[in-house]
């Protein structure tokens, strides 16, 4: 190897564009609603206050954003897939932007928070979307991410453009260690982490209210999560902007 040159691996690919499209047309069976809604409120729980400016990326259909609006803060959403944006309820953002995270078309400082439920794992300039969501942020506002936790990637080929990427177009794996060092050497402060649902609360969400027993739900996740993992277990973190 030339040491005057060394060798990078390449960035891995995600999914193409069409890939996203498709997904704004998706139909989602009950459980899976009920676990977007524990995910939605334990990420809301993290946005303090009233009247925030939170940009919210990667909407998907609106419901973090609705959630987010009835508590009064003021919700931008930004997605690449137009589809997405289109489907977004009226009633729940203040403005919709096509754009992608590496390339947030917002002068810094314009965010008092910036909010992204499921979607660095789909970003390969995953460095550069965390620096941007930084620099959109005030000082001392707050970026809340959350992944799926520890997940192990399967690669699939599309069958119209032969391009291979992953079943659900992600390109990035995290846990605690991993998601902290991003957050971290993009100049924010991990403050605080939440790492759920479990096989206990999953089983609870098929069958109860969520809202009334987030907080139950919450502390047998904290106490179970080592043990209990599922697939569809994911991790939250919190980071401000010093």
Request: net charge positive; charged share 20%; glycine share 10%.
């Amino acid at each position: 190897m030339n040491p005057d040159h060394p060798h990078h691996p390449p960035e891995p690919e995600g999914a193409p564009p069409g890939f996203y499209e498709d997904l704004s047309g998706r139909r989602l069976h009950p459980h899976v609603v009920r676990g977007i809604a524990y995910r939605n409120l334990t990420v809301a729980r993290q946005v303090p206050g009233r009247g925030a400016r939170v940009l919210e990326v990667g909407p998907g259909e609106g419901w973090l954003s609705r959630i987010l609006a009835g508590r009064g803060h003021r919700v931008v959403a930004v997605d690449v897939a137009r589809g997405w944006l289109l489907r977004m309820p009226a009633d729940a953002v203040r403005g919709r932007v096509a754009g992608a995270m590496p390339h947030l078309p917002f002068a810094g400082g314009t965010f008092d928070a910036v909010v992204a439920a499921e979607v660095i794992e789909h970003i390969p300039d995953l460095a550069g979307a965390v620096a941007e969501a930084a620099r959109v942020l005030v000082p001392g506002g707050r970026l809340v991410v959350t992944v799926p936790y520890r997940e192990t990637l399967n690669y699939v080929v599309c069958p119209r453009c032969r391009a291979r990427f992953e079943v659900n177009g992600h390109v990035h794996t995290f846990d605690e260690d991993s998601l902290h060092g991003i957050l971290a050497g993009a100049g924010l402060r991990p403050v605080h982490r939440f790492v759920g649902p479990t096989r206990f609360s999953r089983e609870i969400l098929r069958r109860l209210p969520v809202e009334p027993l987030l907080g139950f739900l919450a502390a047998l996740d904290h106490l179970s999560y080592r043990s209990q993992r599922v697939t569809d277990t994911w991790l939250l973190m919190t980071a401000i902007r010093p």
